[in-house]
């Protein structure tokens, strides 16, 4: 079983729609979230970091589960340029980034 | 302020031979790191250096692998010999320290690699 697991999608939306990922995470012990960005063919790059109470970032919201050890990120009014795979990432007790293989967004005119 | 910085961005082997990757990161980062990204994957963590200390390299293949960063700053990324398996992206990232402040990493661009 994989550490993260997400949908690979792709999630084929409208722009102007709103869209949520999940993910799941195994260790217990982890003690932090992100999301990262990828565009195709480039490097990651932290979009938010999820905190326990969640937070908002502009038209993006993330939120954590720890019971069920499930993390989310809900993206509002979808734009072409939010089209990019979103790796849900978590961070363990030896402060080691554990990413997942990503889920892929298409924003379609 | 410049970003992480790689080369070479593309390499093309056939399997046997050996390949080195660099990577220079962020001035003042103290914190590096070597993923691999394989298709389809997220990236996941070869070895991590705290200035010219290796801190965590669990995952680093060391009968083939091997890397270094001599000086604390620049550090090279080395395949000997390299397997069809190894055909993955290779990102360099640095971040301002480990630990807490590990969550936000700086990637490169990556090194494509091929091998045939």
């Known amino acids: 079983r994989k550490e993260v697991e997400q949908d690979p999608g792709p999630f084929n939306v409208p722009e102007g729609a709103t869209v949520a990922f999940n993910c799941t995470y195994s260790?217990?012990?982890?003690?932090?979230f992100f999301w990262y960005r990828q565009d195709c063919r480039k490097e990651p790059k932290l979009l938010m970091s999820?905190?326990?109470s969640g937070n908002e970032d502009g038209r993006f919201t993330a939120q954590l589960n720890r019971a069920s050890q499930y993390i989310s990120l809900l993206i509002r009014d979808s734009k072409l340029s939010d089209s990019a795979t979103y790796l849900c990432?978590?961070?363990?007790?030896?402060?080691?980034?554990?990413f997942g293989s990503g889920t892929r967004l298409l924003v379609r005119p | 302020e410049a970003g992480v910085a790689q080369s070479p961005r593309y390499k093309i082997i056939e399997k046997r031979q050996s390949v080195a990757f660099w990577c220079n990161p962020i001035?003042?980062?103290?914190?590096l790191y070597w993923y691999q990204q394989i298709l389809g994957q997220g990236p996941k963590l070869l070895i991590q250096?705290?200035?010219?200390?290796?801190?965590?390299d669990s995952q680093l293949p060391k009968d083939r692998f091997s890397a270094e960063r001599l000086k604390g700053v620049d550090s090279t990324l080395k395949i000997q010999p390299a397997k069809l398996e190894d055909s993955a992206v290779y990102l360099c990232?640095?971040?301002?320290?480990?630990?807490?402040?590990?969550?936000?990493?700086?990637f490169g661009p990556g090194t494509r690699l091929t091998v045939l």
């Open positions: 990232a640095s971040s301002r320290g480990g630990g807490i402040r590990s969550g936000e990493q700086f």
């Open positions: 250096f705290q200035n010219n200390g290796v801190v965590d």
């Open positions: 260790n217990s012990a982890s003690q932090s």
């Open positions: 990432v978590t961070r363990d007790s030896s402060y080691k980034l554990i």
């Open positions: 999820v905190y326990s």
């Open positions: 001035s003042g980062h103290a914190t």
